[in-house]
């Protein structure tokens, strides 16, 4: 089994932890990465270690060793003690994340779900502890949140340390606490995760811990931390035939009904509704959202948040005015979703994403070229306005009987249509342009040292298309070789 363990590793990275266990070793791998390797499933993008060295002799340590990238950073204080350090030290191969990118926050417990083998840094701790129980990696595991992830590996040969039975856990897909209610004390915020993993490996859960998650108080948590954890919440894909209904018991939970407390509003006539139904109504438009392409630019976290603006805030009322009936459609006002988005501390760019989504959802699933070439000029996130457009088409009809045989196909195909002319418009809009090229033609034409004349245009259109599928290719170097390789081809002349 060790050896199987080895295999979900490249060979740098275990080059790399062989160097940190000899420099500061022994080793314990702890988390995700832990319960990724038990599963025999891809690494998590963060590898924390645990240490029984004192943080600042593994500092001394690593920078003697060749390391001086290692810097210091702080955990979250915890009640069980005074504080706790960690040492973050990247991947010596680690790229560079792109300039302005938004990561997922570091998570103590666990790997946010659909997240990639690429670990960029590893991050080193040492053991957590009651001040009057000396430090152990049992201990340790002791101040975990659930079982599944309570287990440590010693690096490079094992053993895995399980005092609390995680692997049987894994295996039977058991979701409960570590030290049951209790666990919730040392970090309230837990009560989410112990949901999100119900979610992502559709286990089962202990009751008990169910039923304190439902009862948490997050009214001590920062907003940001909480929003990040319902980032990684919104981000499950919500599958499988025991996710439904655990959805639907998450949104009814009075600990939902607290957190998302401020998107409820009044109803404006005696038409029937309730926050029951129009939390039901967010329920259904989340769990009909398509999941969006990686390079749509806008997650599906943020369509569920976007979604549960929409929903929750949006009531049908038949209102009586001169002896008519009339139907009347109100929504939270832009205000409020700048307010709430605030106070979940999103950053800028995603509140303006969210709301330009939520101001265009008029808009038809089969809209005219103008239309949506004028909406691209305004650099809306077209994709996924359509899948939340969409999602919504599915579940009105759904509501009014409409929805047979040929009702969601139709649907799917429209979506499908409209995706595909937004790619098309995207890639017209984008495409590059010779000014745009790193070198300039006068570089061009020392390098071919020919008269100026048909060739030109051919090798501009060449290098056109080529940055054109890697827009990192237009870098002066590159050009320059693209150019000489063309010249090497006779092409030139």
Excluded at 144 to 157: E, I, K, S, Y
Aim: proline fraction near 8%; charged fraction near 25%.
């Amino acid at each position: 089994m060790t050896s199987d363990f080895h295999n979900l590793f490249s060979p740098s990275i275990k080059g790399f932890l062989d160097e940190l266990d000899r420099l500061i070793g022994p080793l314990f791998l702890v988390g995700g990465t832990v319960r990724n390797m038990l599963q025999n499933k891809a690494l998590s993008n963060e590898l924390t270690v645990l240490v029984p060295r004192p943080l600042a002799e593994c500092h001394h340590r690593l920078l003697e060793g060749g390391y001086p990238m290692v810097t210091r950073g702080t955990k979250r204080h915890e009640v069980w003690t005074s504080g706790h350090s960690s040492l973050l030290l990247p991947l010596p191969t680690a790229d560079e994340p792109e300039e302005g990118a938004e990561g997922a926050e570091p998570e103590e417990e666990g790997s946010v779900p659909g997240g990639t083998a690429h670990i960029s840094h590893v991050e080193i701790t040492t053991f957590r502890h009651r001040l009057e129980y000396p430090p152990t990696v049992e201990e340790d595991l002791l101040h975990r949140d659930l079982t599944v992830n309570a287990m440590a590996f010693v690096w490079p040969d094992g053993p895995v340390v399980d005092p609390f039975q995680g692997q049987a856990d894994l295996a039977n897909r058991r979701i409960r606490f570590v030290r049951g209610s209790s666990t919730l004390e040392d970090d309230p915020l837990r009560a989410l995760r112990f949901f999100r993993f119900l979610l992502q490996l559709e286990g089962v859960p202990d009751e008990a811990d169910l039923r304190a998650s439902e009862e948490a108080q997050m009214d001590m948590i920062p907003k940001k931390k909480l929003r990040a954890e319902l980032d990684r919440l919104f981000s499950l894909p919500f599958s499988g035939s025991a996710c439904r209904p655990m959805v639907q018991r998450f949104f009814y939970s009075p600990l939902a009904q607290e957190i998302f407390s401020d998107m409820v509003t009044p109803p404006i006539c005696k038409a029937g509704e309730t926050p029951a139904h129009r939390c039901q109504r967010a329920i259904d438009l989340m769990l009909a959202l398509t999941e969006p392409d990686p390079d749509e630019g806008v997650p599906l976290h943020d369509l569920r948040w976007a979604a549960m603006c929409y929903a929750m805030g949006e009531l049908n009322c038949i209102a009586q005015e001169k002896g008519h009936t009339r139907s009347t459609l109100h929504g939270l006002s832009t205000g409020k979703i700048q307010d709430i988005l605030k106070k979940f501390r999103f950053p800028q760019r995603r509140q303006q994403q969210i709301l330009s989504i939520l101001q265009h959802m008029d808009t038809p699933l089969t809209p005219a070229d103008r239309t949506l070439s004028r909406m691209m000029e305004n650099d809306l996130p077209l994709p996924g306005l359509f899948r939340l457009v969409h999602a919504h088409q599915v579940v009105t009809r759904r509501g009014s009987g409409k929805a047979g045989e040929v009702a969601f196909p139709a649907l799917d195909g429209q979506l499908a249509k409209v995706l595909a002319r937004c790619r098309t418009l995207h890639r017209a809009r984008h495409r590059p342009k010779p000014h745009d090229l790193a070198i300039s033609g006068g570089e061009i034409l020392d390098l071919v040292r020919q008269p100026p004349g048909a060739w030109v245009g051919e090798l501009l259109t060449e290098l056109l298309e080529w940055i054109g599928q890697d827009p990192a290719r237009n870098q002066r170097a590159r050009l320059y070789e693209r150019v000489r390789e063309w010249v090497a081809q006779g092409r030139g002349g």
